[in-house]
């Protein structure tokens, strides 16, 4: 029996889409493509939700559970002033860096934060990095074979974006009822994360 080809199962694919998208009267309609159910060739009577975020001031409001394990903290504070972060300047640093965070009672910036998790170096095939010639790193401490390189205290580039994980909250209606049911491997994640002792579980980049 010959193996039929990719081309030929999303042609078969997008002929049974189109049949469940069928009614009676032909094509399902343009406002049931929305999930505000409107018509969606035409925004103009679209009304959107009024919504305001949570005001509450940095240092006085309580953090929220993650949503799920190792899930980036939600920002339960008022974010006025304080963004848009730039290359420049990032409010988030001056209350959650580690040295200070303790004293002000803000969340601190995890370990992972201050790791570079893409190091540019070569992996050996005994496990080692090597750079230049040189072994610069070896297997961590958990006994996988997966590399990092510390930044020695300074933010990491490729976090210093906060909000792009880290959302501050609002009032606003999901259109769509969110039935998800988070898991936790202990009850501690729930407050707090670990991702830096468990990034690489199950991991092994050296074969």
């Known amino acids: 029996m010959k193996k039929i080809n990719t081309i030929t199962m999303s042609l078969i694919a997008f002929g049974l889409l189109a049949a469940g998208c069928a009614t009676s009267n032909g094509f399902i309609s343009a406002n049931s493509l929305s999930l505000r159910k409107v018509n969606v060739q035409n925004e103009n009577s679209i009304k959107l939700?009024?919504?305001?975020?949570?005001?509450?001031?940095?240092?006085?409001?309580?953090?929220?559970?993650?949503?799920f394990n190792n899930a980036p903290p939600l920002i339960p504070h008022s974010v006025a002033g304080l963004v848009p972060i730039t290359k420049g300047n990032n409010a988030c640093l001056g209350c959650h860096m580690s040295e200070v965070a303790k004293s002000v009672h803000a969340t601190p910036i995890p370990k992972s934060h201050f790791t570079n998790f893409r190091p540019l170096e070569s992996i050996a095939k005994s496990g080692?990095?090597?750079?230049?010639?040189?072994?610069?790193?070896?297997?961590n401490k958990g006994g996988n074979n997966v590399y990092v390189n510390s930044t020695h205290g300074k933010l990491y580039a490729g976090r210093y974006n906060c909000t792009q994980c880290h959302i501050p909250q609002s009032n606003a209606k999901p259109l769509v009822r969110n039935t998800f049911k988070p898991d936790y491997s202990n009850k501690r994640q729930m407050k707090r994360s670990n991702l830096i002792n468990t990034y690489d579980q199950g991991v092994n980049t050296v074969k």
């Open 49 to 67: 939700q009024k919504i305001n975020y949570n005001k509450v001031p940095p240092g006085s409001a309580k953090p929220i559970e993650r949503s």
């Open 128 to 139: 080692q990095v090597v750079k230049k010639g040189k072994i610069v790193a070896r297997p």
